[in-house]
């Protein structure tokens, strides 16, 4: 059974930067996509940045320039380094694996305030 955990969110000010990580289990291949999709209060989900086990990437328009993906395969890992954070980043932050079908972790909260 795939499972996701996440870590790595909580407040940070405008501006500030944050780094999420994303730890699967349950996985035997490594040709999978991997990635962060966040929901904000009230919003549908919508796509942060998503990557493919040969590194191509694919950004939301509204973090093009100031978000990276990456990924470690030997660990089946994914992370979102996160930079100029702005308020409406505010979300629920889910990491996402697609793998025949989408497994999705619980989320973790990443809020921009001053």
């Known amino acids: 059974q795939v499972q996701l955990v996440e870590s790595g969110g909580g407040l940070v000010q405008p501006g500030g930067s944050l780094k999420l990580s994303c730890a699967a289990s349950?996985?035997?291949?490594?040709?999978?996509?991997m990635g962060w999709y966040r929901q904000a209060p009230g919003k549908q989900r919508e796509l942060v940045a998503t990557?493919?086990?040969?590194?191509?990437?694919n950004y939301g328009d509204s973090v093009k320039g100031r978000f990276t993906i990456s990924r470690d395969n030997t660990k089946k890992s994914v992370s979102l380094e996160m930079n100029s954070l702005k308020s409406e980043d505010t979300a629920v932050y889910y990491c996402?694996?697609?793998?025949?079908?989408?497994?999705w972790g619980k989320g973790t909260l990443v809020t921009v305030s001053s």
């Open positions: 996402n694996v697609n793998y025949g079908r989408n497994y």
């Open positions: 349950g996985i035997i291949s490594n040709n999978y996509r």
């Open positions: 990557i493919t086990s040969g590194g191509s990437t």
